[in-house]
């Protein structure tokens, strides 16, 4: 008796500028893939359309499960994007698209779940090259166009449990005078001056902003991708002091959660911006503010900081959904 073939999986991380789907074997290997910008549609549901109507018929059929990973936090059943006004319903969003299940966790929850798979030519370290405890929590944290932050916990039987946070947001404190004129002049716009505020691509550009402000100066920057540019080579000295500030203020982020979270396995930083920008990410004060911490200096020189460099570590940690969906974030059909 010969069995028919599986159908494909189909697997989606949906950021704040762009969503990038992929049909997936039952061995994780991508069959097919297409980025696409999150404004060009009205939902996910439509997105997912466009690439199965160019995609499906290559890759074997229409998928019969699915795991997606967004950017934000989810509670139930409604999605609604941080950064972005795509919401959906993930019941709804199964039936549309003819799946057995749907599986929809926080962005950094795959990219968390996604560590395990990486390899060291997978990521680059940053500080002493330190290996981390294989029993101890695991952080991931990174700038894209938000602040993402997830957890990994061994789950006592050899592998490991995720757990999403909504870290990005907590209350930015300043480590030194400069960063302190920054967050006082941000509080004239803002009540709240979170670690996303100026750690991710528009925070970039609002700090870089700040600090024109601060020294009189006018703006010439408008976009993050521009004021990376700048910095380099120190082409324009002001545009590096943001980049600088920038890393700094997510080292003091970084050594915090790694102090909150007991993540002795390792800090990894992931994220668009980062490993765009490693040079200058190397050469910054991170590490140097991530260890930063008076008495339990040492305990953080223990702690490894590690750049992913991986093109799409969420499609590994969601092709491990795909194997074994968690129930309080799936849909399934009757």
């Known amino acids: 008796m010969t069995l028919p073939p599986s159908r494909p999986g189909l697997i989606a991380d949906i950021g704040g500028t762009n969503a990038r789907f992929a049909l997936v074997d039952d061995a ?5 893939s297409e980025r696409l910008a999150t404004r060009d549609f009205p939902g996910p549901v439509e997105a997912a359309r466009a690439v199965l109507g160019r995609h499906a018929g290559a890759a074997g059929g229409s998928p019969d499960r699915a ?19 795509w919401t959906f319903s993930i019941a709804q969003a199964r039936a549309a698209l ?6 929809v ?10 560590i395990p798979e990486l390899t060291p030519a997978d990521w680059i370290g940053v500080g002493p090259d330190v290996p981390g405890r294989p029993d101890r929590v695991i952080a991931a944290l990174g700038p894209g166009t938000g602040l993402g932050v997830a957890l990994l916990m061994p789950d006592g039987r050899g592998g490991w449990r995720p757990q999403a946070t909504e870290g990005g947001h907590v209350t930015l404190a300043a480590a030194d005078a400069d960063e302190a004129r920054v967050i006082a002049e941000a509080w004239k716009t803002w009540d709240h001056v979170s670690a996303e505020r100026f750690i991710c691509g528009p925070g970039l550009v609002t700090l870089y902003r700040m600090l ?14 521009r004021i990376s540019a700048g910095a380099e080579g120190d082409a324009d000295p002001l545009a590096r002091r943001t980049l600088d500030m920038a890393y700094a203020m997510l080292g003091t982020v970084a050594g915090n959660l790694a102090l909150t979270s007991g993540a002795l396995g390792g800090v990894y930083i992931l994220g668009g911006i980062v490993p765009a920008t490693l040079d200058l990410f190397r050469a ?5 503010r991530f260890e930063a911490k008076g008495r339990f200096r040492d305990y953080l020189t223990g702690v490894p900081t590690r750049v992913v460099t991986h093109p799409n570590p969420a499609f590994l940690g969601l092709v491990r959904l795909l194997r074994t969906p968690p129930p309080e974030t799936t849909a399934r059909g009757a």
């Open 28 to 32: 994780g290997r991508v069959l097919a």
């Open 67 to 85: 795991a997606w990973c967004v950017a934000s936090p989810i509670s139930g059943d409604t999605v609604s994007l941080t950064n972005h006004p």
């Open 98 to 103: 003819g799946l057995e299940t749907l599986t």
């Open 105 to 114: 966790v926080n962005d950094f929850v795959a990219n968390a779940m996604a």
């Open 212 to 225: 024109c402000a601060l020294e009189g100066r006018a703006p010439v920057h408008d976009h993050p991708r």
């Open 284 to 288: 910054s004060p991170f590490r140097a």
